[in-house]
């Protein structure tokens, strides 16, 4: 069966890229596309926008206009627009992908309470190699324990508008699961000025913006006389659509619940 997907946020930088990935993927194929009300892209050709030739799929700004064209919508847009379009989504029976990121513990309530009526798959990264470096940074701070400090260094292109990434986040939370803790509990988001001493148990974050930098993240764990890394390099923005395509072939046959890439990959 060939999976119906609609992209929202398809004049988006993510938004391209999952156009073309979709017209790489033989179980897919874009049957929708849609954009704020105000986006210069509304009526253009979504696959031509996106640098491809004219795939025939106009871009709209309405979901409700495009419902019933649709097995599973796409959506790396704003928080604000995703828990609205989880909504829309759930009261249809359409499954959902959701690669926004930036959203409150408020947001993600919203968007539990819709994949208890249809299947959403969310993750802050849908790279294969990220969801490697979530697995095994977890298992690296079980191990190393409390020996070894944690900080999370991240690098993000300066067009980005949430800090620290989404990544460098569900990083942090699988180190605090290492350890058995809560990530709320020991993270430090910022130093300035006296801040004393590192303590104990903290995870430091520190945020890179800059240029064209598609996402790069390390986890250092730091003890007294040596450093282990786990390190991830995003080089093209096509490692996040390939994913995300994979993700919404698989979520397209669960019925309701809240998954995520872990779950598509097998690593739970
Ligand atoms: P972008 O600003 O280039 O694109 C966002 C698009 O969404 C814009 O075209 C905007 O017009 C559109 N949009 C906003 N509100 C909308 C609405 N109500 N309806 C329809 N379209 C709407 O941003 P981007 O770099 O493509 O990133 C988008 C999001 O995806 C960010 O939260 C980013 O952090 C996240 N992201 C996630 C992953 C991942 O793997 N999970 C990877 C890259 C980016």
Not at 95 to 110: R, V
Not at 126 to 131: A, P, R
Not at 141 to 151: K, Q, T
Request: proline content about 1%.
């Amino acid at each position: 069966m060939t999976v119906k997907i609609a992209v929202t946020g398809a004049a988006g930088r993510m938004g391209k890229i999952l156009i073309e990935a979709v017209s790489l993927n033989p179980n897919a194929e874009l049957s929708a596309a849609i954009e704020r009300a105000e986006s210069p892209a509304l009526g253009l050709d979504a696959g031509e926008q996106a640098g491809l030739g004219k795939n025939g799929v106009l871009i709209v700004d309405d979901i409700q206009q495009v419902i019933n064209d649709f097995d599973v919508l796409i959506d790396f847009t704003a928080p604000a627009a995703t828990v609205a379009n989880a909504k829309a989504c759930a009261a249809a029976g359409k499954k959902m992908i959701i690669g926004t990121t930036g959203c409150t513990d408020a947001d993600k309530a919203e968007i539990a309470t819709a994949a208890g009526q249809s299947a959403i798959c969310m993750a802050t990264n849908f790279s294969t190699g990220v969801n490697l470096c979530f697995k095994l940074a977890k298992e690296a701070a079980a191990i190393l324990g409390d020996d070894y400090g944690v900080e999370i260094v991240e690098a993000h292109h300066r067009h980005k508008v949430d800090a620290p990434s989404g990544t460098a986040l569900s990083l942090g939370e699988a180190v605090a699961e290492g350890h058995g803790r809560q990530l709320k509990e020991v993270a430090v988001y910022s130093r300035e000025g006296q801040v004393g001493a590192r303590t104990e148990h903290e995870i430091g974050f520190a945020t890179i913006r800059g240029g064209d930098v598609v996402g790069d993240h390390t986890v250092m764990y730091m003890a007294d006389g040596e450093r282990v890394e786990i390190s991830h390099k995003a080089s093209s923005r096509m490692s996040f659509g390939r994913g995300a395509i994979r993700a919404a072939v698989w979520v397209a046959a669960k019925d309701a619940g809240l998954f995520d890439m872990q779950d598509v990959l097998g690593f739970k």
